[in-house]
């Protein structure tokens, strides 16, 4: 049985500029819908970029109706002041999900990049390459902010989760698996 369609919006905080990232999913495939950024470098007032991300987030969300939400989480730096503002913005994204009954699931940077490139330290343009590549964007659609692709990615990596199973096992190799798994083995 083939599953529904499934739309999911990805975020990608900023206070300056916030991706988003919009993708269909319909059984194992996924397409890109809409990318794009809310740029708040002309706005000087913390609190008026607040508002701003809210009111832009929920517009995305009533143009899309996405099923879910997947948004990148801060990455921990040195400066304590940008991270107070990035947690901030990313807060009232979820703020606006909330509002509109949006489920959010959260998904650290080298999370992001190990679904799409397999490697963590993968640069934002190693990430846009790929993208570009598995949801075949045409060039003239990539446009010239990573943020909007980070956002994407996020959406993809949500993506990637769906339906895998959990495991509160880890294992190094099939040799370890085997070996944790007895009862799991056919034998003849």
């Given at each position: 049985m083939e599953k529904a369609e499934k739309i999911i919006l990805g975020i990608d905080p900023g206070t300056n500029i916030m991706g988003y990232g919009v993708i269909k999913v319909k059984g194992n495939k996924a397409e890109m819908v809409a990318m794009g950024i809310i740029?708040?470098?002309?706005?000087?007032?913390?609190?008026?970029?607040?508002?701003?991300?809210?009111?832009?987030?929920?517009?995305?969300?009533?143009?899309?109706?996405?099923?879910?939400?997947?948004?990148?989480?801060?990455?921990?730096?040195?400066?304590?002041q940008s991270m107070l503002k990035l947690g901030r913005a990313q807060g009232v994204a979820i703020a606006a999900?909330?509002?509109?009954?949006?489920?959010?699931?959260?998904?650290?940077?080298?999370?992001?990049?190990?679904?799409?490139?397999?490697?963590?330290?993968?640069?934002k343009e190693q990430v846009a390459g790929m993208l570009q590549k598995i949801l075949h964007i045409p060039d003239d659609q990539m446009g010239g902010f990573m943020d909007a692709t980070d956002a994407l990615g996020a959406a993809y990596c949500h993506f990637m989760q769906i339906d895998k199973p959990v495991s509160d096992k880890n294992y190094n190799g099939w040799k370890d698996f085997v070996n944790k798994n007895q009862d799991r083995l056919c034998k003849k």
């Open positions: 740029d708040l470098r002309k706005m000087g007032d913390a609190y008026i970029k607040l508002g701003h991300i809210f009111e832009r987030v929920t517009g995305i969300i009533n143009e899309y109706l996405p099923d879910e939400m997947a948004i990148e989480a801060p990455f921990f730096g040195k400066n304590v999900a909330i509002h509109h009954g949006v489920p959010i699931h959260e998904y650290a940077p080298l999370k992001i990049k190990m679904a799409i490139t397999g490697q963590g330290k993968a640069s």
